[in-house]
């Protein structure tokens, strides 16, 4: 059996025909039964169809021994294996170069020096970006460029790359000259790589070990299944976590199969255990090499199977185009790749500046529903963005969340570690469009394994759309209470709105408090002292302006049914914001703030269907206000919009900063609204 030497993985990425499997073929002194396009398809079409592994080992550098007395005693002479995980170029394949990419400590990016960085090079910096922490941008074919002006043009495309560079979090990378294959296809063997070994050098000095943890469950991303004569079927691959030894049961999670190791090797060498980061063969015996091609292989019943997923979601700044509620992506979960639909949210207004949470998905806190995933800063799809949910009535104030979140409903189940990563791709668009085809990442928080899950664990998902509606103050009863209407029908039963809180335009918040006759109206209360002024009486219903507003006014009438308008106006309006602040009514606990609504919720379009009504919007309360038309800064002499909010649960804004004095007719309304139940 092998000592044990320390291995590291490094990824050789880069647009097709850079030269990757050259690079790789140089620096390589051991190859795996998968390396160097070995396939015959692979050397029938000439290009790289899977993932090459090789590797070439050097004496463990300095920076990497442990100090004296830390750790086990050091072998005698202690070896760095690096291992190369060559990556397809071609853009049909980048699924596979993704699946490469998240079990590499160091990605060498491939960069033909005549051309510079081209549409490949520019997404494998981007997974790059995603999936590894070290970079080593590798200009090849140095040998094309003309004798005399070779420095001068190696010194102009290193500052090019430098500069591409700047942006990314690969800014300060190192950028070296090599040439791996001098001379082309049709030159002898004879002819010596140039830059080898300083590009060896250079990648010892840049490698860390990252902590390996033999603890945790097994789990191997297997990578080539075959068969070997007498012996049995070998699965090659890369440990991503935990420890194997031999004799262990391992299982084949896709297939539901469970195998016993009968042997193993590392790069030709038996060994008798391996550890997270080591590149394996496991050898089992009855099991079809058919059956995988690759996938993952675990310690039994420690994946779970998942047919749709929670994961924290972040766009891919340079993918064109808004990531929109319902839209098909190809989804890669670990290293599989399937079709999967979206549906995005966000945190509870109040909770817009929370930290990340990168391992947990929190089912006790509130969402809220979006139409796109919002983006921050001035990028085009931003605006987009916010214009869609801006007419879904999801305003957010302009304002972009810490964190966004989407449900991938997978179009068939997969098999997949809890945290791993996804990234969401439009792998259909065309390859020659110089477009990035990776639109988002994100890690899986949560997987859904029952296949009835909308039913069984969709409900329990509490997110909400915003919803608003107008009402109007009828009549003030004393400085405490108003009596309101036209925010509820006739049959409707006001008793579910208790409590829920209302806004009025000049800011005072209130309370629904009760019904109010047969009609639909209701009483609420304003724990603020109102002001009494004789404005009141001229706001009311009967004043001519207001009945000429409401007549006028188009919008007004659409208000009230959600349309694109009232979210306009919540954008527009100071108010807005306050609406969305927690409440201040101590003297009063706001009632179980769902509870009562679920009836009234409407389903959601989208799971009509699915779940009967997993994100049903809310409805609105209130009715339409002429004052709502007016933008900020207007220069009407009319009063301020008006607004009357309710929630689903209370908010408002802290008393102290209750605006006006001025209790007035008209109002608009908002909801908070909770996913309905099915
Ligand atoms: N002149 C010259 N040609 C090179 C060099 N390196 C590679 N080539 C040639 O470039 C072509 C592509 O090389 P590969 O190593 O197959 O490129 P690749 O990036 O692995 O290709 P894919 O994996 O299919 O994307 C081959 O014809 C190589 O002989 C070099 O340093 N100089």
């Known amino acids: 059996m092998a000592g044990r030497r320390v291995n590291v993985n490094v990824g050789v990425l880069g647009h097709i025909d850079s030269g990757k499997t050259a690079l790789a073929r140089a620096l390589s002194t051991t190859a795996s039964t998968a390396a160097f396009d070995k396939q015959p398809q692979s050397r029938e079409r000439g290009i790289t169809l899977d993932l090459g592994f090789s590797c070439f080992s050097v004496p463990l550098p300095a920076h990497l021994r442990p100090a004296p007395g830390a750790g086990p005693e050091p072998e005698p002479e202690p070896r760095l294996q690096v291992t190369l995980v060559d990556c397809p170029g071609h853009a049909s394949l980048i699924r596979t170069i993704i699946g490469g990419a998240q079990i590499i400590d160091l990605m060498m990016l491939v960069i033909d020096v005549t051309k510079g960085m081209q549409t490949q090079s520019a997404e494998c910096l981007v997974i790059g970006q995603i999936a590894c922490q070290k970079l080593v941008v590798v200009l090849n074919k140095t040998d094309l460029l003309p004798e005399g002006k070779k420095q001068a043009a190696i010194d102009r495309m290193t500052k090019k790359m430098q500069k591409t560079l700047e942006s990314t979090k690969f800014r300060g990378a190192p950028v070296i000259p090599v040439a791996a294959k001098p001379g082309g296809p049709d030159a002898p063997e004879t002819e010596a790589p140039q830059g080898i070994p300083e590009l060896i050098e250079l990648l010892t000095s840049q490698i860390s070990i990252p902590t390996r943890d033999p603890s945790g469950p097994f789990l191997m991303s297997v990578d080539h299944c075959f068969s070997i004569k007498g012996q049995g079927t070998v699965m090659t691959g890369t440990i991503l976590s935990g420890s194997v030894s031999l004799g262990d049961s391992v299982e084949i999670p896709a297939l539901k199969v469970v195998r016993k190791v009968k042997s193993m090797q590392m790069f030709h060498t038996p060994v008798s255990s391996a ?249 609420v209360h304003v724990p603020e002292k109102k002001r009494e002024t004789p404005k009141t009486s001229e706001m009311r219903r009967d004043s001519p302006e207001t009945s000429e507003m409401r007549r006028d006014s188009p919008e007004t009438g659409k208000m009230r049914k959600d349309t694109p308008e009232t979210s306009q106006i919540r954008r527009d309006s100071p108010e807005t914001s306050e609406m969305l602040e927690p409440c201040p009514r101590p003297d009063r606990e706001p009632p179980s703030p769902h509870a009562p609504l679920r009836r009234l919720l409407r389903p959601c379009p989208w799971h009509r269907q699915r779940c009967q009504g997993f994100c049903g919007s809310g409805l609105g309360l209130a009715g339409g206000t002429h004052m709502m038309l007016h933008p900020r800064g207007s220069s009407s002499t009319r009063p301020p919009a008006t607004h009357l909010s309710t929630g689903g649960r209370f908010l408002g804004g802290p008393a102290a900063s209750w605006p006006g004095p001025h209790l007035v007719e008209d109002a608009v309304g908002g909801l908070w609204s909770r996913a309905a139940q099915p």
């Open 275 to 523: 550890v997270q980061g080591d590149r394996l063969g496991i050898c089992v015996t009855q099991f079809d090499p058919k059956l995988l091609e690759r996938g993952l292989v675990c310690a039994p019943e420690s994946l779970h199977t998942v047919h749709a997923a929670l994961i924290s979601v972040e766009k891919i700044p340079y993918f064109r185009g808004p990531l929109q509620t319902k839209a098909k992506f190809h989804i890669t979960v670990g290293h599989e790749t399937v079709m999967g639909r979206v549906m995005f949210f966000g945190p509870a207004p109040d909770s817009l500046d929370r930290e990340p949470v990168l391992d947990s998905f929190d089912f006790s806190r509130e969402y809220l529903f979006q139409e796109q995933y919002l983006c921050p800063g001035p990028d085009p799809a931003a605006a987009h963005a916010a214009k869609a949910d801006e007419k879904a009535g999801q305003v957010l104030a302009g304002r972009c969340p810490q964190q966004q979140w989407a449900l991938v409903e997978f179009e068939k189940p997969v098999t997949c570690p809890r945290l791993c990563l996804v990234i969401g791709s439009r792998l259909d668009a065309d390859i020659h469009a110089n477009t990035c085809r990776l639109a988002f990442h994100g890690v899986l928080l949560h997987g859904l394994e029952d296949r009835n899950y909308a039913e069984s664990a969709l409900p329990t998902l509490r997110v909400y759309k915003l919803k608003q509606k107008h009402g109007v103050v009828e009549r003030v009863l004393d400085d405490h209470s108003v009596i309101g209407r036209s925010l509820f029908k006739k049959e409707t039963n006001i008793q579910l709105f208790v409590g829920l809180r209302v806004q009025l335009s000049t800011g005072e918040l209130g309370v629904i408090d009760s019904a109010f006759g047969q009609s639909g109206k209701f009483k």
